[in-house]
């Protein structure tokens, strides 16, 4: 409930430090607990999304609506792969698309800032 608010904010005001800040802190909670509780898919995701928000609030990448479209399909992701584990299902191929679509937005954004 937490990152809906705080997406449907940052779509609104791009450079709010303070809710980086918080979606920052709560993402490095949820890769903390998912090392801890041994989910590999769950950890690794949310490290990347930390990575992302991490460079938000250096403010090296600039987030647009592209990014917060981004984060929602990957917090999306996450909790879709939380409940699927905690019904015994596999874990959904959703995961797995948002790891890497995350990965190529940011190797797009690290060319990006290469080439200026």
Excluded: W
């Excluded at 709010?16 to 709560?26: A, F």
């Excluded at 939380?82 to 797009?108: F, G, Q």
């Amino acid at each position: 409930m937490f990152f809906d608010f705080a997406l449907a904010s940052l779509d609104r005001k791009h450079d709010d430090q303070i809710l980086i800040g918080q979606m920052l802190r709560g993402m490095q909670t949820i890769r903390a607990v998912s090392r801890q509780a041994s989910l590999p898919d769950i950890e690794a995701i949310a490290t990347d999304l930390v990575e992302m928000l991490e460079k938000f609030r250096q403010g090296t990448v600039v987030p647009t609506k592209v990014h917060v479209q981004l984060l929602r399909r990957c917090l999306d992701s996450l909790e879709d792969g939380v409940d699927a584990m905690s019904l015994d299902l596999p874990l959904p191929v959703t995961l797995e698309h948002s790891k890497y679509e995350l990965r190529l937005a940011m190797a797009h954004e690290a060319l990006a800032s290469a080439s200026v």
